[in-house]
DNA sequence: AGCCAGGGTCTAA
DNA sequence: TTAGACCATGGC
């Protein structure tokens, strides 16, 4: 018997406490979740250290593609996530950059407008809405998928995990952010070491075997 | 030296 | 519909 999405959640909470939300800068999801993609986090925060104020959308929006390509380098594919961001910050304005004025856009319509976004896939659209306008949608990711795996759900596929989570859990977009939080921390802090099982707060429920 | 990092797109079979 | 090539840099 494997262990469910609930008992799941509480386990990582025990081990973890209170989990942090992504930004409450909705553009600041926005602009790092498109420069995260296959990239370390490091080089994220680094960049975005040495935009410091700057990571505004009114800023974003007056550069040139090639500064903005500049300023984003470290996280690689500079040119294709330049274009991405200039997309998703032309769409965001639609809005009038702000998350509120999309408050009676339904879920649905929001999603298909982000991933109608060259550059935009399924992990980053869900993490926009989950963490930039707090509407339910479970973001899988590669830690969310390493996870499962080594919890005995190796067979999963992505709509399956999915339907694992927003199945067992409140639609609840709060309860899905710092969800997917949790297993962030889980993966980055314990399970990313190898060998991990001695140390993992999960180790009962873990099918790795070393 | 090489491999990996919180993806996404395009193409060929 | 799916596997593989490609995009690019920094850290270890």
Request: glycine share 6%; with cysteine; proline share 4%.
């Amino acid at each position: 018997m494997s262990i469910s999405a609930k008992e799941l959640y509480h386990a990582l909470r025990a081990a973890y406490g209170q989990p942090r939300w992504w930004s409450d800068e909705a553009y600041t999801v926005m602009f790092q979740a498109v420069l995260v993609q296959n990239t370390a986090w490091g080089n994220v925060l680094k960049t975005c250290a040495a935009l410091g104020g700057r990571l505004t959308p009114e800023f974003v929006a007056g550069l040139s593609t090639e500064e903005l390509e500049r300023l984003i380098r470290p996280c690689g594919f500079y040119r294709a996530k330049a274009r991405t961001i200039q997309a998703l910050t032309a769409w965001f304005r639609q809005y009038n950059f702000d998350h509120q004025a999309a408050a009676r856009v339904p879920t649905g319509t929001l999603r298909g407008e982000l991933l109608a976004i060259r550059g935009v896939g399924a992990e980053t659209a869900d993490v926009i809405l989950v963490y930039a306008f707090y509407r339910p949608a479970f973001v899988i990711d590669a830690y969310t998928r390493r996870l499962l795996k080594r919890l005995g759900y190796a067979f999963l596929n992505d709509a399956a995990i999915r339907n694992f989570f927003e199945s067992g859990l409140p639609e609840d977009a709060r309860v899905y952010g710092q969800y997917h939080w949790l297993i962030l921390e889980h993966c980055i802090a314990v399970c990313r070491k190898t060998p991990c099982c001695d140390a993992c707060p999960l180790q009962s429920a873990c099918a790795r075997r070393l």
